[in-house]
DNA sequence: TCCTTTTTTGGTGATATTGCCAAATATCTA
DNA sequence: TAGATATTTGGCAATATCACCAAAAAAGGA
């Protein structure tokens, strides 16, 4: 191949490969609207299973399962409260980070119009 | 169920849905390691897919596809320049979303720097 | 202990994703 | 026009993900 950067070039910009993998682990696991609907609601204040499991309205054992996903990641913690479980962001950046993304689907959002506002610091 | 929320309670921490959907979307395009690889280049400069597919070493079919996906998902842009077609991001503001979760990794890092000192000290 | 409630786990079928190959397309140059 | 290079597309097999059901755990109260 006869491309426009040398290798040493590619090498100097290549970052690091475990960092970047961790990363992609973690944004996958953020990648799922259910998932992703827990940690936003995380993000506000702690809830118990049965808490997640009527916002989003999917069976127990999905959420429970979706629950094992977030915390295998780092995402969230567990506490045991005598039957409850609640759980809790384990950092709020998770939150920023998403924050940060919003700037791309404003354009995707504009055809709906009942909306909020999603550029707001 | 007898949950620790009302329900008018759980609509007003209810985030839009529209929104989560297309971050969710958006989070699970960049939940892939080769993908976030591009995406990391991509915010020092552009590249053409020749040069990604050097960088990643995998197909170029296969770096075209996720290229696809990525600009499906409004993350980069597209450029022919004769043979070649070079990508850009679209916005910076993914690049930051993604730093922003480095505190996270930083714990697992730890975690297995931990590991290694404790199996080989 | 038995019963109830909450949560997790195991299993399953449906669907989606991934990476490679081969072929097609696009563009430049001789 | 033919050939070379760069990129995309179609197809396919392997794998992963997802949501539900049923059953098992875990914990509290009668």
Redesign the interface.
Known sequence: ?????TKSE?LN???N?????????????????S???IV??LG?KS??V??L???IGADTSTVSKHLSLLKAA??VRREKQGT?VYYSL??P??I???A??????K???QH?SH??E?SNP
């Open positions: 191949m006869d491309c426009s950067v590619m910009e290549m970052p490969k475990d960092c970047i993998c961790e990363l992609a682990e973690l944004l996958k696991t953020l990648g799922h609207s998932r992703l609907m936003e609601a506000k809830y118990c049965c808490d499991t009527a916002m780092g995402i409850h384990t950092c950046c998770v920023d980070a998403v940060q993304l919003k700037p791309l689907i354009e995707k959002l709906y909306m909020i999603v």
